[in-house]
C-alpha cells in the first residue's frame, strides 16, 4: 500500500496504469465501520481504492472542535492495509494549503441551510477540499456516506456545477447496535454519552411514526423531538429540521420526500443524524 503525503506520488501510481478505473474515499481519519464499508464498495466496483485522510481546517468554524478532532493514523493505515487498498493520501495542511493559497469553491443556496448555517463557512471548507482531492486523484467513482446528508447533496451539485469527471456515490448510514450512527466523534463521547445518545436515532423514529400516523405539521413533529431528546437531560439540541431531501425547502406541512435532520450537543461533542422519509 502506497501511503503518502505528496500530490505527485499519488497522481504518478493513479495513472501509471491508465485503464485501471479507481474508486475514491475520503476521510479525515478515526476510520470506523462506516468509513470501511465505503473502502469495501469502493474496492468492489473499481479496480482500486485512493483514500485520502486530512482533517481539513478550512471546514472547522471552531478551532477548539478542530484540535480536539480524533486521531489514530497508524490504525487507520492497519484497517485499510487489510482491505486491500492501494493507495492512502496523508497530506499535510502545507501540501492542500501552501502560502497564498487564495481559492474556494463556494455553492450558493443549499450550503446556507442547515449545517451551513449552524457553522458558517463549513461547506465551502469541504467543496473546496474535495474539488482538490478530485483533482488530485482523479477517480471514476467517490464514495460518500448518507449520515452527511447535506454534505453529499452539495458534492453532487458541485460535481454537476463545475463538471467534475466522477460519479458521486451515497453510501448508507452505519450504525451502533443502540442505533447511533457511527461517527469519528463518537470516541469523544463518554460511555454514558454514548448509551444516552441513543435518543437521536429514537427521536428521528418518532418523527417517522408520527408521520406514518397521519401527522402533517412540521412545527408538531419537531417539537416532539425536540421534547424526547430533553427528556434524556444530557443532551443539548442545537437544530431539528424538516426539509425537502433535494432542495433542503423547509415547509409548515409535511409533504413528498423529507429530510428529517438534527444536530445535537453532549457536552462540546456535537453529534449530527438524519432519516429520509416518503410522504404518500
Ligand atoms: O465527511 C468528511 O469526513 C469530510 O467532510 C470530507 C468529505 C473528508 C472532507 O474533508
Request: proline residues 4%.
Amino acid at each position: 500500500m502506497l501511503v503518502t503525503k505528496e500530490i505527485s506520488k499519488i497522481r504518478a501510481e493513479r495513472w501509471r496504469e491508465p485503464g485501471k478505473t479507481w474508486g475514491f474515499v475520503p476521510t479525515m481519519g478515526m476510520l470506523h465501520e462506516g468509513h470501511l464499508s465505503l473502502v469495501k464498495r469502493a474496492l468492489q466496483e473499481n479496480d482500486g481504492c485512493i483514500v485520502s485522510i486530512f482533517v481539513n481546517p478550512a471546514q472547522f468554524n471552531n478551532s477548539t472542535d478542530f484540535s480536539n478532532y480524533p486521531k489514530d493514523l497508524e490504525k487507520d493505515l492497519s484497517l485499510l492495509e487489510n482491505l486491500g487498498v492501494e493507495m492512502v493520501f496523508t497530506p499535510d495542511k502545507e501540501v492542500i494549503y501552501p502560502a497564498n493559497f487564495s481559492s474556494k469553491i463556494s455553492l450558493e443556496g443549499l450550503a446556507g441551510k442547515l449545517e451551513g448555517a449552524a457553522r458558517p463557512g463549513h461547506f465551502d471548507g469541504v467543496t473546496t477540499v474535495v474539488g482538490k482531492f478530485f483533482n488530485i486523484t482523479q477517480p471514476h467513482k467517490a464514495y460518500f456516506g448518507q449520515k452527511d446528508a447535506q454534505q453529499l447533496l452539495i458534492i453532487k451539485k458541485m460535481v454537476r456545477d463545475l463538471n467534475f469527471n466522477v460519479e458521486v456515490i451515497r453510501c448508507p448510514t452505519f450504525r451502533e447496535e443502540n442505533g447511533l450512527a457511527m461517527s469519528s466523534r463518537n470516541t469523544l463521547l463518554t460511555p454514558e454519552q454514548k448509551e444516552k445518545a441513543a435518543i437521536l436515532y429514537q427521536s428521528l423514529q418518532l418523527a417517522k411514526e408520527m408521520i406514518a400516523a397521519g401527522e402533517r405539521e412540521t412545527a408538531k413533529v419537531i417539537d416532539a423531538m425536540t421534547e424526547l431528546i430533553n427528556r434524556e437531560g444530557m443532551a443539548q439540541v442545537d437544530y431539528i429540521s424538516i426539509n425537502d431531501r433535494e432542495t433542503l425547502e423547509e415547509f409548515p406541512t409535511l409533504q413528498g420526500k423529507i429530510l428529517i435532520s438534527l444536530a445535537v450537543f453532549f457536552d462540546q461533542v456535537r453529534l449530527i443524524d438524519n432519516v429520509i422519509h416518503q410522504i404518500e
